[in-house]
């Protein structure tokens, strides 16, 4: 990625972004909050059928899923939506809310505004020495030292894990 300075042109070369497992999601941090003067951060994730989040609340993030390939179910409160690619959903800040992978494998963009959240996959995520089309991590559960870990990281940031995946499991 070449550095500039908040309010000019910022190029991304994707291939240059380290590579993380975070929680058995492949992503990378294309485009940190650094680089749009704190406006908005974009996360590209990979991921298989299975891969989910905890329920979970932003204080001050909203984020958008942008789906390339496959689909995700996106659950806000109550109300669960699936979208696939070409279609994208958006969770707003302050709204309980979780994700899965719904179709064999999932391509998409998870938009962070503002940024600044980026930093929780950075700081709990595992770098990779692969590249990011390379091979999908199994989805497993998350043991109870990274869950204390997730939850220190996520503190700070203004958000926390409020349960278990809400989604139906059967």
């Not at 070449?2 to 992503?27: I, K, Q, R």
């Not at 899923?65 to 707003?92: K, M």
């Not at 929780?120 to 870990?149: N, R």
Request: charged share 20%; glycine share 8%.
């Amino acid at each position: 990625m070449t550095d500039l300075t908040a309010g000019e042109a910022t190029h991304v070369d994707p291939a240059s972004v380290p590579v993380l497992n975070h929680l058995d999601f492949l992503c990378r941090v294309v485009l940190p909050g650094e680089a749009t003067a704190g406006s908005f951060s974009v996360i590209e994730q990979r991921a298989r059928l299975g891969c989910m989040t905890p329920c979970h609340v932003h204080a001050r993030e909203a984020e958008t899923f942008i789906v390339l390939d496959g689909a995700l179910e996106g659950w806000c409160e109550g109300q669960v939506r699936c979208i696939e690619a070409g279609q994208l959903i958006h969770l707003p800040a302050n709204r309980e809310h979780a994700y899965r992978v719904v179709s064999d494998r999932a391509h998409y963009y998870l938009l962070i505004t503002p940024a600044g959240f980026e930093r929780f996959f950075l700081e709990t995520g595992t770098v990779l020495d692969q590249p990011f089309e390379g091979e999908l991590p199994i989805p497993g559960p998350v043991s109870p030292e990274k869950a204390s870990e997730l939850v220190a990281v996520l503190m700070p940031l203004g958000a926390s894990i409020t349960g278990p995946p809400p989604f139906d499991l059967s």
